[in-house]
């Protein structure tokens, strides 16, 4: 045989080897069901013969690929966007890959991943989880019975100890409902996603308590399924409850579901905010492209992305995070879609 082959394949380097092409898949995807000294073997052929996979083959030694899966609820919603941009310039900054993989707001999904990611060479694991509640703790408890270093990005399970980078709901919530009492709001209703989720629960909870100290509830608490495709028809479905109610201002707990009611309001002759105030959360970009442009509670996604990243190099590097809980304050962007009484 020559010293190099024109194109070396799975194929030729299983004959050279002397297995099987089971085998040589079976090395790539689960290297510790193949015999060390068979391993040596076809990586020393790899190296040879410059195979590609060779890389993730050296990583066998070295157990290292520098590759950390992000794992998010959804892609529909344009603060993940943020999320993942800041998580992978922080990580492309140091040297490292990122895999994206979408929960697509299901929990079926979060087990299915689960199972993926043993066939995957990934040295670390960010995972924001669809609830944040004990529905998501399975994920975790299977990252570590795996030994994959795990941290937690915006929805966190509150109950466990896994380290975690987040925004103060409960405080954005608080702050939002300061902003309706300092433009003398009192007749206010609050519109949320699944408060199942615990992060939309912290924001709604942070609201009530303001509310509550000045002597005040909401006029109404309308839930909303997680699922982006049914906002505009839960919205619809609750527009006349909103409008009978006679609230002067609505709060609610994403900018999507803002700028939503904004439009369906608008369709319906109810002026904003002449007639309703509109606050919304996430400070998206659309939010200051709407008309009247939004009010907002603006938490960094793409710095709390950097933050995670760091965290978890922090981690690879030293063997411990920086930061096992790190939370970022959120701030009030004041804009034209709330009005002084």
């Not at 996603?193 to 109404?220: C, D, M, P, T």
Request: glycine share 4%.
């Amino acid at each position: 045989m020559t010293e190099k082959m024109e194109k070396a394949t799975i194929y030729s380097i299983a004959k050279e080897a002397r297995v099987s092409v089971a085998t040589i898949s079976r090395f790539f995807n689960k290297p510790y069901l193949v015999k060390e000294e068979t391993r040596n073997r076809i990586l020393q052929i790899c190296d040879k013969y410059s195979y590609e996979p060779s890389k993730i083959a050296s990583a066998i030694t070295t157990k290292k690929t520098k590759t950390i899966a992000l794992l998010l609820p959804s892609f529909k919603e344009p603060p993940f966007m943020d999320l993942i941009n800041g998580t992978e310039y922080e990580l492309s900054k140091r040297g490292y890959c990122l895999n994206i993989f979408n929960f697509r707001e299901s929990l079926e999904r979060e087990r299915e991943i689960a199972k993926i990611i043993d066939n995957r060479f990934i040295d670390g694991v960010i995972f924001s989880s669809v609830y944040g509640n004990k529905n998501d703790k399975i994920f975790i408890l299977e990252m570590l019975e795996r030994n994959i270093p795990c941290i937690m990005v915006d929805r966190i399970i509150p109950d466990m100890d896994t380290p975690f980078v987040s925004s103060n709901d409960f405080l954005g919530g608080k702050i939002a409902a300061d902003y309706a009492r300092e433009n003398n709001h009192n007749k206010i209703g609050i519109i949320s996603y699944n408060r199942s989720a615990h992060i939309f629960n912290q924001r709604v909870k942070g609201f009530l308590s303001i509310l509550k100290k000045a002597g005040l509830g909401a006029s109404f608490i309308i839930d909303i399924p997680l699922e982006f495709n049914k906002i505009e028809s839960s919205v619809m479905d609750s527009i006349e409850d909103v409008i009978k109610s006679k609230v002067t201002f609505v709060f609610n707990t994403s900018d999507t579901i803002a700028i939503t009611l904004m439009r369906s309001l608008q369709e319906k002759k109810i002026k904003i905010p002449e007639d309703i105030s509109i606050m919304g959360y996430d400070n998206m970009i659309y939010s200051n492209l709407v008309f009247p442009r939004l009010s907002t509670i603006h938490h960094d996604m793409h710095e709390i992305g950097r933050k995670v990243a760091a965290n978890l190099i922090y981690k690879f590097e030293t063997g411990d995070f920086e930061n096992k809980k790190l939370v970022l304050d959120p701030k009030i962007v004041r804009r034209d879609s709330v009005r002084r009484l």
